[in-house]
């Protein structure tokens, strides 16, 4: 079989998981051969991710012969080892170790050249020993206030394995790193920098929603894992084939995580009340805004189900905008009054006295927040639940300018995402990153238009998508969710 | 440090004056301190201020004129103080049908129409109200109370955060109310609930010694229990193996509870069920993070600036039980609004791993690390409390940090169980605003450290 077939296969994805290794499998043999190109890159394997990476890859399990998976380097066969994939990378070993800046410092330097200088302190809090960690539950019990200050390195050496032992000066203590741990780790610039690209969000040009069946995501994990990745990726995704039954949602949502409680219950009604406690509950048109932006902790997935949607009634037609885009543009056009929508806080409020407690909640922040890179992680955004604005007089116009603009700029935004939902369908988006509207409708006699909706934590939300990452041998970061994280 | 307590009350006053926590300098033991077994709130009733139902009474308004060529409003009050009001802020605000759905509270005006340029061209008080007509076309009529509330002139803002200041707590037993005034009459929900807002914690004396009876008592009284991946109610008893430190007779260093979430739990409730008199120690003790931050902002300005910059990781990657968990979120362990007002604090040292900084912010960050946990440990006011069978100990687990001493099993078999469960945070504060409402004032209503600006 010549590479290039493989190519078609599945190579693309393995050289983005392998960084450009070539890799040929022969699983036709009774013993399934992976070749690989050199003898470095099969130094380090470990067969059982390297199984379960070769099953995402390959959309199907290579079944193991009776000798089990054999990996082969020109020329000759040899057993797997140790191979930790991350990023794509494969990872080298150290090569030595050196105690530097007076013990305030260790350099490591790799054999593929590489070489950075850990701080002793930084060590430290690291060590994984059984007294600084758990090993059960992989709890800290390191104690911060019991740690000398400026803690130097006495002496450090590199194992037989290839690891690293510290020992440091004014503590009897002992520290054992992983080199894999290690070149994890690096906290360089750059390094850093290249983790925070991977999780920032790619916009979804298209306009188009990927849809999956629900009988595929609610039996296997790893449709449940792709459904998941892609509502993370572009911010939402649909599902068809959701039985029309009330409350079903509940066995959608529960698949994730546990279903919110808000002022709305845990799973609310999308339809023409007679009591509504705002203008989501009326068939009235809803410009763009977020759910419950009232939380510190908003909500971070929507789940509609529409359980009927009849033929007979006009418009009702679901609108999404992917906020994070526009204002990626919107700060290229406008930079000053991005700049002052990051600064000037807006004052938000929800008061409904309808239920047992009544609720009155509200919150002040900036609409827009940053991290110290000056990336947007998170946005709020909600124009009918606005409160007074109390900011000094000085920044009144220059913040109805700035809200004005964005306002506009959501309002007549030409990558908005139209879809008009059909009974059946559940769609979920990133209720932080997604602004959503809704177009009038009218019922007109007999029609009627039911969705039934509920909520998912963003934090539980991105915890499944990595756990199950993690099972599938993807380790790939979340795109950011818009949750406040600096990451 | 000052270790004089002449040095120390001049230090206290120096704070009180420049941040947002002010102290009440009180006479009296503040290391250690024990909640005695008999409830003492009854005894201390008369003294607390008498609930009033009443509001407080609004200044009327003496004159108003349009100023600055109509873009502004001004109006004087009649005990002197003057406001000035945008032309467009009033025209967004316009409480008229048209503008504003009083009946769901929501803003009808949209954003993008709103004509920025517009301006006051006449205006009146009539019958205590302020009516604004603008630009000839649109008449609006705003409440006093409203205007005067939201009157952002001068120093207004900076007065109306004055009261929002929380006060470290100093006395020798903790705020308490019994079970059975809570169950019987609601006001004493207000009283609890006022209490965590003022001091960060309180108890509730003589509840039943049921399992799960917080989750009956707390959805009735005050909202849903927060639910997540740990379940709503979680039991922390001692085990013989134990996996996780919780579940040992060791001690427990001071942290909040499940800081790798965004939306960290907010009211903390620990119900004890069994606390057998043959263990010795087992005190659970509090610290108001607020208090530790301030003084840390007064003793070492640089490490204080550096944690509210340098964003901290917390994580929680645990696959080996039954509901894997890869939870976590990077931000700076004090934040702050634009006023410089601490305004959110997130400290567990258990769940601090690998930390994503630059190499250029290491070593601050490490050393400021370490400062503040030693000011934490070493902070000289904290609350402990030995809990009895029947306590229930609720507290503002985004203020107070809490930690367990170690406890001795002695010659017997003896028994330590409590349960808990959390409240989200807005939720507790809009209960407590409802309950303000009907039973006190709710312009005095403290920080609660959800990261809000106000």
């Known amino acids: 079989m010549t590479s290039e077939k493989w190519k078609d296969m599945w190579l693309e994805d393995l050289v983005s998981v392998s960084n450009g290794i070539e890799v040929w499998i022969q699983d036709h043999l009774e013993t399934p051969v992976i070749n690989f190109k050199s003898m470095r890159e099969i130094r380090f394997i470990h067969l059982n991710m390297l199984n379960s990476v070769l099953r995402s890859v390959c959309r199907q399990t290579i079944s193991r012969s009776q000798h089990g998976l054999t990996l082969s380097g020109p020329g000759t066969r040899v057993t797997p080892v140790r191979w930790l994939k991350t990023n794509g990378k494969l990872l080298s070993a150290v090569q030595q170790v050196q105690v530097v800046d007076g013990g305030k410092k260790l350099n490591v330097t790799w054999d593929d050249g590489k070489s950075f200088d850990f701080h002793s302190i930084w060590l430290r809090f690291q060590c994984p020993c059984a007294s600084c960690r758990e090993e059960s539950s992989g709890l800290f019990r390191t104690r911060p206030a019991d740690i000398p200050l400026g803690l130097k390195i006495k002496d450090a050496i590199k194992t037989e394995t290839g690891d690293v032992q510290v020992e440091w000066k004014e503590e009897p203590h002992h520290g054992h790193f992983s080199q894999d741990f290690l070149q994890q780790h690096i906290y360089s610039k750059e390094q850093l920098q290249a983790k925070k690209e991977e999780s920032k969000p790619v916009f979804n040009k298209t306009k188009t929603i990927e849809i999956m069946s629900w009988k595929d995501v609610e039996n296997s994990e790893e449709a449940l894992y792709q459904w998941l990745r892609t509502l993370n990726e572009n911010g939402l995704a649909k599902l068809s084939d959701v039985p029309i039954e009330r409350d079903y949602l509940e066995n959608v949502i529960r698949k994730i995580g546990p279903i919110i409680h808000t002022p709305y219950g845990y799973l609310f009604e999308v339809a023409t009340l007679d009591d509504p406690v705002n203008a989501s509950f009326t068939s009235v048109a809803l410009h763009f805004h977020q759910d419950l932006p009232v939380y510190e902790g908003q909500p971070g997935i929507q789940f509609l189900h529409c359980l009927r949607f009849d033929e007979t009634v006009k418009g009702g037609v679901t609108r999404f905008l992917d906020m994070y885009q526009t204002l990626a543009k919107f700060r290229v056009e406008h930079p000053n009054e991005f700049k002052t929508l990051c600064r000037v806080p807006i004052s938000i409020q929800m008061e409904y006295n309808n239920s047992d407690y009544p609720v009155l909640m509200s919150k002040r922040r900036p609409m827009i927040y940053l991290d110290d890179r000056g990336e947007v992680i998170s946005v709020v955004w909600h124009t009918y639940m606005h409160a007074p604005l109390e900011v000094p007089e000085e920044d009144v116009e220059e913040f109805y300018n700035a809200y004005q603009l964005l306002g506009r700029a959501v309002e007549f935004s030409e990558e908005a995402i139209e879809t008009k939902l059909k009974p059946g369908e559940v769609i979920a988006f990133n209720n932080r990153r997604m602004l959503h509207a809704r177009s009038a409708y009218e019922e007109g006699g007999s029609g009627q238009r039911h969705f039934q909706g509920g909520y998912l934590s963003g934090d539980d939300f991105k915890s499944r998508l990595l756990v199950l990452a993690k099972k599938m041998g993807d380790s790939r970061p979340a795109i950011r969710i818009g949750n406040n994280d600096w990451r | ?454």
């Open chain 2, 1 to 454: 440090m000052l270790k004089c307590v002449q040095g120390r009350r001049r230090l206290l006053k120096l704070v009180s004056r420049c941040s947002s926590v002010g102290f009440t300098f009180q006479t009296g033991p503040a290391v250690p301190l024990i909640t005695p077994q008999t409830c003492l709130f009854d005894r201390h009733l008369d003294r607390h201020q008498p609930f009033s139902s009443g509001t407080p009474v609004s200044p009327s308004a003496n004159t108003v004129n349009i100023v600055d060529d109509g873009r502004k409003v001004e109006i004087v009050w009649n005990d002197c103080k003057t406001s000035r009001f945008h032309a467009v802020w009033l025209r967004h605000h316009c409480q008229c049908e048209e503008c504003f759905d009083a009946e769901i509270n929501q803003v009808l005006i949209e954003i993008d129409k709103l004509p920025l340029d517009i301006k006051a061209t006449n205006v009146r008080i009539t019958d205590g109200k302020v009516w604004v007509e603008w630009n000839g076309n649109h008449i609006g009529e705003f409440s006093t109370a409203f205007l005067r509330k939201h009157c952002y002139s001068g120093d207004s803002l900076t007065q109306k955060k004055a009261s929002l200041k929380t006060s470290l707590y100093t006395k020798p037993t903790l705020a308490s109310v019994t079970w059975t005034d809570c169950e019987t009459d609601e006001k004493h929900i207000y009283r609890l609930l006022k209490d965590i807002n003022d001091h960060g914690l309180a108890m509730v004396k003589a509840a039943p010694t049921t399992k799960e009876l917080l989750t009956e008592f707390v959805p009735k009284h005050m909202t849903s229990l927060w639910d997540n991946t740990y379940g709503k109610l979680y039991d922390v008893t001692y085990m013989e193996k134990a996996t996780n430190l919780a579940y040992t007779q060791k001690a427990l260093q001071f942290h909040m509870d499940l800081t790798f979430y965004e939306s960290t739990p907010g009211i903390q409730f620990l119900h004890c069920l069994k606390f057998d008199e043959s263990l010795t120690g087992g005190e659970t003790t509090f610290v108001d993070m607020f208090a530790v931050c301030e003084e840390l902002r007064q003793t070492n300005p640089a490490e204080f600036k550096t944690l509210c910059s340098v964003p901290c990781t917390f994580s929680r990657d645990h696959s080996s039980r039954d509901h894997p968990v890869h939870l976590g979120i990077q931000r700076p362990i004090i934040n702050l609004n634009r006023e410089k007002e601490i305004i959110g604090v997130f400290w567990n040292p258990s769940v601090v791993g690998v930390q994503g900084i630059p190499e250029d912010d290491v070593a601050d960050y490490y050393k400021a690390y370490q400062l503040f946990a030693r000011a934490i440990k070493n902070f000289h006011t904290k609350n402990e409390v030995r809990l009895q069978p029947g306590d229930i100990v609720a507290f503002n687990n985004r203020r107070m940090a809490h930690s367990r001493n170690s406890f001795g099993v002695g010659s017997g078999h003896g028994e330590r169980h409590f349960q808990g469960c959390y409240i989200n945070i807005c939720e507790y504060k809009s209960r407590l605003i409802h309950l303000s409402r009907k039973f006190g004032d709710d312009s005095a209503i403290k920080r609660v450290g959800n990261m809000d600006w106000t």
